[in-house]
């Protein structure tokens, strides 16, 4: 059974860094495009970064460009995420979501969109707060 589980989220300063994880079980996670997502109170599910099967592409929403960065280890079956120089407006639930896609599609990473991501994990909750 396909099954994310997210960590990683807490409490920091704004300016302050952290590092979200995304731990994939009962897929191979080197088939999948994994995208991370953030939902904020009030506000809709918006895309904040996409990255390819193999690692090589990777898609930012404007928002957090230059501060975010993906990665991914797929022999350890694990999708990163680091956040530095965090605002309070960074503040959300934070999701990771799978899709199988073919070997050298970019397409799913260049939207970002979550419509395209069947597969979800429950969420990490960042706060950004002095």
């Known amino acids: 059974q396909l099954q994310l589980v997210e960590s990683g989220g807490g409490l920091v300063q704004p300016g302050g860094s952290l590092r979200l994880s995304c731990a994939a079980s009962?897929?191979?996670?080197?088939?999948?495009?994994i995208g991370w997502f953030r939902q904020a109170p009030g506000k809709e599910r918006e895309g904040v970064s996409c990255?390819?099967?193999?690692?090589?592409?990777?898609k930012y929403a404007g928002v957090v460009k230059g501060r975010f960065t993906i990665s991914r280890d797929n022999p350890k079956n694990t999708v990163y995420l680091q956040m530095n120089s965090l605002k309070p407006e960074d503040t959300a639930v934070y999701y990771c979501?799978?899709?199988?896609?073919?070997?050298?599609?970019?397409?799913?990473?260049?939207?970002?969109?979550?419509?395209?991501?069947?597969?979800w994990g429950q969420g990490t909750q960042v706060l950004v707060s002095s």
């Open positions: 009962g897929f191979t996670l080197a088939e999948y495009t």
């Open positions: 979501a799978a899709v199988f896609t073919p070997r050298r599609d970019i397409t799913t990473v260049t939207a970002c969109s979550s419509t395209d991501f069947g597969s």
């Open positions: 990255i390819t099967r193999s690692g090589h592409f990777t």
